[in-house]
């Protein structure tokens, strides 16, 4: 087993037979030490200081660096106790640029949203992303370097033991074999106990806003006792400290503080342990102090947590996928360095959600080590697919397309109860309806989680309760739809509108989660409002024509692979005139509708084609325009 020698001596800079030693007077470092060590396996001994030998000469490849001349003394001793070499720089240009840069030590208040996209949004030179060491204050800080250096010397494991938490899924706890899976359902008791107790690899995914995170049926809360005294303390400034302390009132948990300090819900970030914390919040951990005071959220108490080795985490508002939190966790479970795994995630050319990045708080040559592989370590999401690239492709669209429908119809089901709370009524059909796709995405998920294939009947299934509750829910405006997407004008091209001839406007349509929708061209006449949608891959798919008598003719509709799948709907300015038909099974070349409300007084019919296919939505809304159907009608 390895050993960590401790030495109880205010000089920093020993060795003891050719190693580091970590030489420290404060009682509560050591017993740091002692933790982290425990959680990476290794052996603590201590040393007299008459044993050792002074060295301060720092002769490691990779860099530590520091921006601050308060905290050089600090910095050097992180360097020397994972054999790096010190650089001092003055500004975030300068740092960026030091080749091997591996480690930043830095007091929190320096920690700000252009640093850290200084270091891990590089696009040339970030190869490895570089780790940070902070502390609020110098004394935190000299006790962070001490804690978090011992991580680095972890002993291999026989094989991953590993516990994935997502808070938004509706399922309880599933196992297979060192690896455990949990859910919102996981009872309170449970969720504590294994996330107090020692593993390898700790994936959470939940909502946060920064100062506590919704963990199922617990919150992740830094509230305690010492926290409490410090945020009230007689130098403090009430207006500086979180709304709950200076109300004394939970919004949260809707009580008292002082009722809350003793609420079972609370799980404090000291109560985490891992070797490995990767950490997905739908806000980020903010380090920006315009929008959280740090030093009052759990990120502080996390990083200052000596059961964790490192934390991966984002600091920006984005929810990452669930598929791109499985990637990274399977390449930090087959022994890849934090560093080397952030980085080439960080970089993917291929990696469509753009807006997810990650840091590393900790040592970024932290990894996982195997002694032997063990049958134990499969990757959940991609267990049953390792063979078939083309079901491997499949199954992280499907995953990724079903995340959007988990938020879809949260969403829906926080409107339909918003309608109850504020108009004293609420459409049970719809509301039941929406909790029942829920329900049925949510168990899609999960069996994309534990490696199971849906079937061709589940697919199909779903699809058709999605398409049915917007049936249900009533044509929406074009305006709507649009919400979901993001449009511009092209340049004009020399084309024109096949059934009057008059110039065309050429729109792109970007869908805003590039990861379920592809970007499409859409084709408007302004003059008769024909359209016709062409995507960036494929021929033109379908158009739509007025053959007169007040009718809708729309051609291509017999090429859709999955016509049960689809809609028509139309919004009229009078909403009593709305119309929405599923389209049939059997679909011929051209089908026509006929627009019941042939005359109406101001603005436009919306007439949009909706499909879903392996639950991809496509949606195309034409506007009609008024004055093309009175002039339809005066000429009939």
Known sequence: M???????????????????????????????????????????????????????????????????????????????????????????TELINVPNLEILVSL???????????????????????????????????????????ALYGHAVESVQRFDFFASLLFDKQEKGKHIIGGQLLELDCLKALLSEKKDLLVIKSHSDGIDGRLGKGILCPLNETYYEEATGHSVNLKEVPTCVASAYCHR??????????????????????????????????????LVALKW??????????????????WKPIAPNDSYVLQVAHELEKGEPVGQVVAQFNQRKDKTNSNTIYGIFGDPLIKLQFKQKSEDFNFPLFHNYTDNKQDNTKVKLWHNRLSFWDAFFKIQLLKREKQYLHEGGMDDTLYEKASDCLSQIQDCNLKLLLGEKLS??????????????????????????????????????????????????????????????????????????????????MKNEFSMFFPGESKIEIHGLDRLETSKNAAIMLQYPNKENNQCWIIDDELSPIEVFEITDSIFDKGSVYCSLITLDNFELNITGIPIRAEYFRRDINQN
């Open 108 to 150: 929190l208040k320096d920690i700000d949203l252009a640093l850290v996209k200084a270091l891990y949004e590089r696009s040339s030179v970030c190869e490895f992303a570089p780790g940070i060491i902070f502390g609020y204050n110098k004394k935190e800080l000299d006790a962070n370097v001490f804690i978090k250096a011992v």
């Open 297 to 314: 959220g759990y990120a502080r108490e996390l990083f200052n947590n000596p059961n964790i080795g490192v934390l991966i985490t984002t």
């Open 456 to 537: 061709e009947t589940i697919i199909m299934s779903l699809q058709i309760q999605i398409i049915d509750y917007i049936f249900h829910l009533g044509p929406q405006p074009y305006r709507d739809w649009c919400n979901l997407c993001s449009h511009r004008l092209l340049l004009p091209e020399e084309s024109n509108c096949n059934y009057c001839q008059s110039d065309i406007e050429i729109f792109e349509f970007r869908f805003r989660n590039d990861d379920i929708y592809l970007p499409r061209y859409v084709h408007i006449c302004p003059v008769c409002g024909i359209s016709a949608d062409r995507s960036f891959h």
């Open 253 to 290: 948990l809707q009580c008292s503080l002082e009722e809350v300090k003793a609420n079972p819900r609370l799980i404090s970030p000291l109560n985490i342990s891992a070797r490995i914390l990767f950490y997905n919040t739908c806000f980020g951990i903010p380090v920006n102090s315009k």
């Open 2 to 92: 390895e050993k960590v020698f401790i030495c109880h001596t205010n000089d920093p800079f020993h060795q003891f037979n050719g190693k580091p030693v970590w030489g420290t007077n404060r009682i509560k470092v050591i017993e740091g030490i002692k933790k982290i060590a425990t959680q990476f396996d290794l052996e603590v001994e201590s040393i007299q200081e008459k044993d050792t030998v002074v060295v301060d000469k720092l002769t490691g490849e990779g860099v530590v660096c520091c921006m601050d001349a308060e905290i050089i003394k600090e910095a050097r001793v992180y360097a020397f106790l994972t054999n790096r070499q010190f650089k001092f720089v003055k500004n975030i």
